[in-house]
């Protein structure tokens, strides 16, 4: 189940943890997506979108 936004492509972003004494361990950065109905081309499809493209559908 891949972690990425199906309008904006937004996805995983990799970087570290940096401890007090600088040391560094991999982590990740997680898209904040939600599942949502909506309409396309007359049918209820379910997609996933992060927050800011689920207030851009919602303003519009």
Known sequence: M???CELC???VQ???HVS???RLTKRKWRPN???VRVMVNGQK???KVCTKCL???QKV
């Open 45 to 47: 499809k379910r997609i």
């Open 9 to 11: 492509g937004k996805g």
């Open 33 to 35: 997506l939600h599942v």
């Open 55 to 57: 207030r851009k559908v």
């Open 20 to 22: 007090h004494s600088h």
């Open 14 to 16: 990799f970087g570290h």
């Open 2 to 4: 891949a972690a990425r």
